[in-house]
């Protein structure tokens, strides 16, 4: 028996890298009848039966795991931004890092074509609200050797509305190795999904990354419930005036006597922030918990 990761996962096969190198394999039929599917990221313990194959035997226990995309163990999420084309929403970020509150990862904010624009809101906004946040460009190089030490020796899972550069990052962080990326429409302000599965990378500089689809690729129902019963307390600036409100049960929306809104009002919270709560809070409010029990 050895002990890898995997790193890829494609028609029903489980590409594992072990000690001993890498291992395409097969799940044992017990995974499918206990309700478990091995993910990109999954430490597992393997069984080599020669020729770079064997099986996969059992899956160790996970820090965390998503459906879509499907991945285990990420240790961050690496959002990606721009000011530039496409311009990205600061709701898009927000929910990200909603959801990686929830999943117990860190984040890290990343606005790429700062050559072209700098990206100055996003920025202030990002950094004010307690992210590492950096400006980088794939382009001129800016800002990649930043990034490298925030990454080495982690899983990060780097995720970004589409066309905003994700694969031109990675890229640019390792040119040993190269990911097709596509063109940005000008006409359209978005780029053409570049990534068709998921994939875990090893860079030189020691980091493991996942380069993954777009933002809609988080969207599940399970996932939207449990983002729903917590919502509050994945805005981390939130978090020290939760409990503090007049009122039992506030929703943090326009009670008075709210804390969150009077430190939005102060400053203390940003702005855009929480009108990212509110859109949230809005979005989720109509699901059911009925919803989750017709889907199993």
């Known amino acids: 028996m050895a002990k890898g990761r995997i790193v890829k996962a494609l028609s029903g096969f489980y590409y594992v890298q072990t000690e001993d190198g890498l291992l395409t394999c097969r799940a044992r039929g ?6 478990i599917s091995p993910l990109v990221g999954d430490w597992a313990e393997v069984r080599p039966l020669g020729n770079q194959e ?6 160790l226990p996970r820090r965390n795991a998503f459906d879509r995309p499907a991945v285990a163990n990420i240790d961050q999420l690496v959002v990606i931004g721009s000011a530039a084309i496409p311009k990205t929403d600061p709701f898009l970020i927000d929910r990200v890092a909603a959801i990686a509150a929830l999943k117990e990862c860190d984040v890290i904010v990343v606005l790429n074509k700062c050559d072209l624009d700098s990206a100055d809101s996003l920025y202030d906004l990002y950094r004010a609200a307690g992210f590492q946040t950096l400006r980088v460009s794939a382009e001129t190089g800016e800002g990649i050797e930043e990034l490298k030490p925030l990454i080495s020796g982690k899983l990060s899972a780097f995720t970004g509305n589409s066309g905003v550069g994700k694969s031109s990052i990675l890229n640019a962080l390792d040119p040993t190795f190269h990911i097709q990326v596509g063109e940005v429409s000008t ?7 570049t990534t ?8 030189d ?3 493991d990354v996942v380069d993954s689809p777009g933002f809609s690729s988080f969207e599940t129902d399970a996932l939207n419930l449990e983002l729903k019963a917590h919502l509050p307390e994945t805005f981390r600036e939130f978090v ?7 009122f039992v049960g506030c929703s943090h929306t326009k009670e008075a006597g709210c804390a969150v809104l009077e430190a939005v009002r102060s400053g203390a ?4 922030r929480h009108e990212s709560y509110l859109r949230l ?4 409010k109509p699901l059911q918990e009925w919803q989750q029990k017709r889907k199993k």
């Open 269 to 272: 919270i940003q702005k855009s």
């Open 281 to 284: 809070y809005e979005e989720l």
């Open 196 to 203: 068709r599965h998921v994939e875990l990378y090893r860079l």
């Open 205 to 207: 500089c020691g980091a």
């Open 240 to 246: 020290p005036y939760l409990g503090k409100c007049r």
């Open 187 to 193: 006409a359209l302000g978005r780029g053409r999904h």
């Open 30 to 35: 017990k995974f499918r009848k206990e309700g």
């Open 54 to 59: 064997g099986f996969v035997e059992a899956i």
